[in-house]
């Protein structure tokens, strides 16, 4: 309705006559109204793919039209120019049937592409929903099964302590309580400061370093930052630690050296972490800690974030960049 106003008012010529104006504007509006309706329903009808659809949808619209156009001259021919040209004779089929008809036809393709541009947007705004909506959903599921990675690797350690009754298994239980809490709580918020992941990952280190008494494991942690306050994804930082005492100090048998390097410049933040490779062969199975982390930084930081997996000689680097 609020269209058929505004185009009314935008289209229509006011010579100062009100009554004119009035009887004018409601004689045509039935025909474009008719008209208009008539093509939606022939383009909503034969609508899809297919050369014979769309003849039948345009010649549709175009009868709709004509019969919009042939309608106005009649309501004009017949209502309006005895009210205000009683002594004329105006002949029905003349140059004014194609003004008349051109009005129709202008209200109708006026109608049909605002009906398209809106439905366009509504489509395009329905579209970018779902995707949000897919992301997030695909995110809390990334995150839901790094719990009980995080929770599979941690409670082993703690039950190999337990087995040999360790005095460390009580401040084990302690850490692994504290890192749950942030696992658990934290992990829940869109962001987090960067120093907060930075305390988990020392925190885990802590956790980890505990089962090695022997002088086995080496782990050195260089830190670089120009804002430590600077938000960053919860558990992004973490399944690069996890995954470098996975492969590098759990199952090395000689001195395992692990190096963590973090560096935030300019809202550029480099995290670097080497670990050397076991002695033996490794018999475990690829972890799920990397492959989630790879499609969190899709989903969260797409074209912002560069992630490597160097393999050497001696030990294995992986480099992720992210651009805040």
Same mark, same amino acid.
């Given at each position: ?39 939606? =329903? ?12 769309? =003849? ?36 029905? =089929? ?11 036809? *202008? ?30 959903? /695909? ?60 305390? %988990? ?35 992004? *930082? ?51 800690? %990397? ?11 797409? /074209? ?8 050497? /000689? ?11």
């Amino acid at each position: 309705l609020a269209f058929w106003f505004i185009y009314a008012y935008t289209y229509s010529r006011y010579d100062g006559n009100l009554g004119k104006y009035l009887l004018t504007e409601g004689l045509q509006m039935p025909a474009r109204i008719l008209a208009t309706y008539l093509s939606f =329903w022939f383009f909503e009808r034969f609508s899809g793919t297919g050369e014979t659809k769309t =003849w039948l949808a345009f010649g549709g619209a175009a009868a709709a039209n004509f019969l919009g156009g042939f309608m106005n001259r009649a309501l004009k021919l017949f209502y309006l120019v005895p009210v205000y040209f009683p002594d004329s004779t105006i002949e029905f =089929w003349n140059i004014r049937f194609v003004y008349d008809l051109f009005d129709v036809v *202008l209200a109708s393709c006026t109608a049909l592409s605002a009906r398209m541009y809106f439905r366009q947007q509504a489509m395009q705004r329905r579209e970018t929903q779902l995707r949000a909506e897919k992301s997030e959903a /695909e995110l809390r599921a990334l995150k839901s099964q790094l719990h009980p990675h995080f929770l599979f690797n941690t409670i082993n350690n703690l039950y190999a302590l337990a087995r040999v009754k360790s005095d460390k298994t009580a401040p084990v239980a302690l850490k692994l309580a504290q890192l749950l809490r942030y696992v658990l709580y934290e992990s829940q918020k869109p962001k987090v400061s960067l120093e907060q992941e930075i305390q %988990l990952l020392r925190d885990y280190v802590a956790l980890e370093k505990l089962r090695f008494d022997d002088g086995r494991l080496s782990v050195k942690m260089e830190l670089e930052l120009d804002e430590p306050n600077t938000e960053i994804a919860p558990l992004l *930082l973490l399944p690069l630690v996890e995954n470098a005492f996975k492969h590098g100090a759990s199952e090395q048998r000689e001195e395992a050296k692990i190096s963590i390097s973090i560096v935030l410049n300019n809202n550029v933040l480099e995290v670097k972490i080497e670990n050397t490779k076991p002695t033996e062969k490794s018999e475990t199975a690829p972890g799920i800690g %990397l492959q989630n982390l790879r499609r969190q930084l899709q989903l969260i930081y797409p /074209e912002r974030h560069t992630l490597e997996v160097i393999e050497g /000689e001696n030990g294995f680097a992986v480099r992720l960049k992210l651009v805040f």
